[in-house]
């Protein structure tokens, strides 16, 4: 069964800053991976998805993510961070048994912006 | 374009009681998936359902049941409610047939069982 890992449950960055939230996953063959933002009260947004091809994939609101096959690992990126992006992360993998159409999440990173 | 809906926003029950929570999936998805999120957690798979069939389900007991109407709308329901059933319930929707297969999710109805 596949599995995610997000080993730092807070991250506190200042404002202009740049961020770099890590994600470890487990599954046995080539994932489809994402990353969701949720801010307090509110569902889940799609920042970005990793299918297949180039493994630096852009995003909105200027994040980008990296695969690396050989760390099992697709960590989520921003140059310099803004108050707004102040929110919970999650990391995610498809099930191929599915079509990929279903989701196993991380427990999430918790992005905390200091003025 | 109307996004995922979800219906109540927030809702109190009593354990033991049973509960129905809605779902409008986004305009021209045809699958609709059910995922329990407690405080602190990440999202945990319950089903999903395509065709108003239960196509896939996670590690939840029988107490959650669902159904998918023909404009594929869905609702979860949970019988004999359990204290560990207080939690946010998102529901997201797909269209897999399509070959794009990200989730699009709702704004998810907070269940608090007192």
């Known amino acids: 069964a596949q599995s995610v890992t997000q080993p730092d449950i807070h991250i506190t960055v200042s404002e202009g800053a740049s961020l770099e939230l890590r994600c470890n996953y487990s599954?046995?063959?080539?994932?489809?991976l994402f990353w969701y933002v949720q801010s307090p009260g509110q569902g889940l947004q799609l920042l970005l998805k990793?299918?297949?091809?180039?493994?630096l994939v852009q995003g909105i609101k200027g994040f980008e993510a990296e695969f690396k096959r050989s760390q099992s690992s697709f960590n989520l990126r921003k140059p310099s961070v803004h108050w707004s992006d102040a929110a919970e992360y999650f990391c995610?993998?498809?099930?191929?048994?599915?079509?990929?159409?279903?989701?196993?999440f991380g427990k999430g990173t918790m992005l905390l912006v200091s003025p | 374009d109307a996004g995922v809906t979800q219906s109540p926003t927030h809702l109190i029950k009593t354990r033991g009681q049973q509960v129905t929570l809605r779902c409008s999936p986004k305009?021209?998805?045809?699958?609709v998936s059910w995922y329990q999120q407690a405080l602190g957690q990440g999202p945990q798979f319950i089903f999903q359902?395509?065709?108003?069939?239960?196509?896939q389900r996670g590690n939840f007991p029988d107490r959650f049941s669902g159904h998918q109407f023909p404009n594929y709308s869905s609702e979860l329901n949970v019988n004999a409610l359990l204290l560990g059933d207080s939690a946010l319930y998102l529901c997201?929707?797909?269209?897999?047939?399509?070959?794009?297969?990200?989730?699009?999710f709702g704004p998810g109805t907070r269940l608090t069982v007192t």
């Open positions: 359902y395509y065709e108003e069939e239960e196509r």
């Open positions: 995610a993998v498809g099930a191929e048994d599915s079509g990929y159409s279903t989701l196993t």
């Open positions: 599954y046995g063959a080539t994932p489809y």
């Open positions: 997201a929707s797909s269209l897999p047939a399509s070959g794009i297969y990200e989730q699009y």
């Open positions: 990793y299918f297949s091809g180039d493994t």
């Open positions: 305009s021209g998805h045809d699958t």
